[in-house]
């Protein structure tokens, strides 16, 4: 499978690799941050957090996502949507 649509369970190796941290997408900053200050306690003073190209795509999933497309959408990656504790609703 293109590793793209390749369910991300598999794709990072949950069952062979014991992650400490794992961050996501939308929460990208915060989480760049929290795994920075481990690292090195004067991270923030690093970082910068700039958001360019804002697209508020989050706010768009409605107009194209029927209740059938995201059963749908559900049922494939459902392994993921349960392990990475995301909600099967928008």
């Known amino acids: 499978m293109d590793p793209h649509w390749r369910l991300q369970y598999y794709q ?3 069952e062979a690799i014991r992650f400490d941290f794992v961050g996501k997408y939308e929460s990208f ?3 760049l941050q929290a795994v920075g200050e481990k ?3 004067n ?3 690093y970082f910068l957090h700039e958001r360019r190209n804002s697209t ?3 706010n768009k999933f409605a107009n194209f ?3 059938d497309l995201m ?3 559900y ?3 459902e392994l993921d949507f349960a392990h990475f504790g995301y909600s099967k609703h928008l």
Do not use: C, H, M, N
Request: aromatic content about 16%; glycine content about 4%; proline content about 4%.
């Open 43 to 45: 991270f923030s003073k």
């Open 65 to 67: 996502y029927t209740a």
């Open 56 to 58: 508020s795509s989050a």
């Open 75 to 77: 049922r494939l990656y």
């Open 29 to 31: 900053g915060k989480d």
């Open 39 to 41: 690292i090195s306690p």
């Open 12 to 14: 990072t190796f949950q």
């Open 71 to 73: 059963e749908r959408v």
